[in-house]
């Protein structure tokens, strides 16, 4: 044996003795959740773990060790540990790029018994509370549930001629009719500590006229045009909106 062999002997020896083994890795030792395609250190250094009453294999480890491979990092940001396997499996949120096109901007002061005015002075109304809601009525003045139906009523129309273009037809005037109901509901909510404070709620009932399309075919049209209007997709699964073909 050579010198240097025998050098190597004895240090060997004395790590031995003193409980320490050193050993080059074969592979890197790398966490399996930020490299995927290194397997996993803890089945090649734990064949089998012990807790109390309970007894962990290698098996255990190599069973689990591709579910911790799934975990990725796309665009910088973890996907808080949904896997893509989890993903076919469970109904997450959809979420879409929203790209605004336009702002439309109106103050009001004075709440119902107010004033609104939009940004451009095209809107100037003046604003009272109905007489069946307990308020004075006020002649020409209007109210937030007129303003409602009015733009419901427009952008639907809108929608409906849209949906029409798409399919290539041709439509004559389009007539929406809005009916914005405002009503008291049975909860109550807790906002301020001992005080309940009643709940209201809108009702939606749009009465659609297309005049030379037939009712089947102008029932088709309004609830293909109810998929796509942005009024539509706000109020849905939130208030009634009731669709009538007239």
Known sequence: MSQSNRHEVARAGRRVSQGVILRKPTTPTRCPIFHPNTPSPIASILPTTSWPGTRVGESYWKSVAPDARDLRYSMGRPDHGISDRDKKNINLRKTMAYQPLY??????????????????????????????????????????????????????????????????????????????????????FQSIPEVDLPGFQLAVQL?????GVDKAEAEKLVEQAHQVCPYSRATRNNIEVKLAVV
């Open 103 to 188: 702002t439309a901007v109106a103050t009001a002061t004075g709440g119902r018994d107010g004033h609104v005015e939009s940004s451009d002075g095209i809107v100037m109304l003046d604003l009272s509370v109905p007489r069946e809601m307990g308020g004075p009525g006020k002649p020409g003045t209007s109210n937030p549930e007129q303003l409602f139906a009015s733009g419901y009523s427009a952008c639907f129309a809108g929608a409906i001629g849209f949906v029409a273009n798409q399919q290539h037809k041709k439509l004559s005037d389009i007539q929406v009719t809005g009916h914005v109901t405002f009503g008291k509901v049975d909860d109550v």
């Open 207 to 211: 009465d659609v006229h297309l005049p």
